[in-house]
């Protein structure tokens, strides 16, 4: 299992990214995929979840700023972050559960400077 992040960067604050996370070693179409965040004070958060229902959820702190979607056919998960901030700076790792365990992928970083 491999999953694949790419995406980050150094934006200004209100300004917009979109992560990607490309999955291998699993069957994409039926598993749920996770990013999750991991701030400069070691704070890890889910900030986002896709379920292969397409059905999301998303981290209060995001709700209404981050979308998640996903490309099966690409087997790749996104995130698309709008309106960022500098609380939003965090390496990003997406995430999933197969074959009763879990598997990060490497993460991407992501600095928002105000």
């Known amino acids: 299992v491999q999953l694949q992040a790419c995406g980050g960067g150094l934006v200004q604050a209100g300004g917009s990214l979109r992560l990607s996370c490309k999955a291998t070693g699993i069957n994409f179409g039926i598993s749920t995929m996770n990013w999750y965040r991991q701030t400069p004070e070691n704070k890890r958060e889910l900030v986002a979840t896709?379920?292969?229902?397409?059905?999301?959820v998303y981290a209060d702190s995001v709700k209404g700023r981050f979308t998640i979607s996903r490309d099966t056919a690409r087997r790749t998960v996104y995130l698309q972050m709008n309106d960022l901030n500098a609380e939003d700076t965090a390496v990003y790792f997406c995430t999933t559960y197969w074959s009763s365990r879990n598997y990060w992928g490497q993460g991407t970083q992501v600095t928002v400077s105000s």
């Open positions: 896709n379920s292969r229902d397409g059905s999301s």
